[in-house]
């Protein structure tokens, strides 16, 4: 053994000893007790702070409703989902046909008297048809059209994940027999020349 390369065997010795005792990944880095690399339970850290993130988010933003709406308020909201019967792509809200009209009138009537918006919801539908729903129920087959989109952001978060853990898995770097008897040769040429 030449005196640099016992230099540099004492020189890894020392950083084990000083971080810690953990085995050495391929790439020189110290692990610690777990086998992964050390800085990897803090990234481990960050991904989950961001998941409780993104749930926190998604449950705020699924039940928060504003606070206390006027009766104005949810008749025009209501009116804005249904859709007008005579009318072709309009909501009640929008269209100024007397079809229309009779609606309006016909959600403050309920509003006043204390019913819920899918009590009216429901009478409107049992009155003219599922097709004067504007959007969807929560429940039963249509209620995949909710649940659906929130599915396929879960499944492709997850597929991102899953490829930039394979991506960095593939950066450690082994050297093999064949490299190093090559560098060996390299540095008995350096020092004979």
């Known amino acids: 053994m030449t005196a640099a390369t016992k230099a540099s065997t004492s020189d ?5 000893s000083s971080t810690g005792g953990g085995a050495s990944t391929g790439a020189g880095a110290p692990t610690g007790r777990t086998g992964r690399p050390a800085g990897s339970r803090g990234r481990t850290a960050g991904w989950i702070a961001m998941a409780a993130l993104v749930i926190a ?3 705020v933003g699924v039940t928060d409703d504003g606070g206390p709406r006027t009766d104005g308020e949810r008749a025009r909201d ?3 989902s ?3 019967p005579t009318c072709d792509g309009q909501s009640v809200a929008d269209s100024d046909s007397s079809a229309a009209r ?3 009138t016909f959600i403050e009537e309920r509003i006043a008297e204390g019913r819920s918006d899918d009590e009216i919801r429901d009478q409107l539908a049992a009155r003219y048809g599922e097709r004067i729903l504007l959007t969807p129920g929560r429940s039963g087959v249509t209620g995949l059209v909710w649940a659906l989109p929130v599915a396929a952001l879960v499944v492709a978060l997850a597929g991102v994940a899953l490829a930039f853990r394979r991506w960095r ?3 450690v770097v082994r050297a093999s027999d064949a490299d190093r008897a090559l560098v060996e040769r390299v540095r008995k040429r350096g020092a004979a020349g």
Not at 12 to 16: D, L, M, S, V
């Open 12 to 16: 890894t010795a020392t950083t084990r």
């Open 57 to 59: 988010a998604l449950v």
């Open 78 to 80: 209501l009116a804005a």
């Open 102 to 104: 009779n609606v309006r």
């Open 169 to 171: 898995g593939r950066g």
């Open 82 to 84: 249904i859709a007008c």
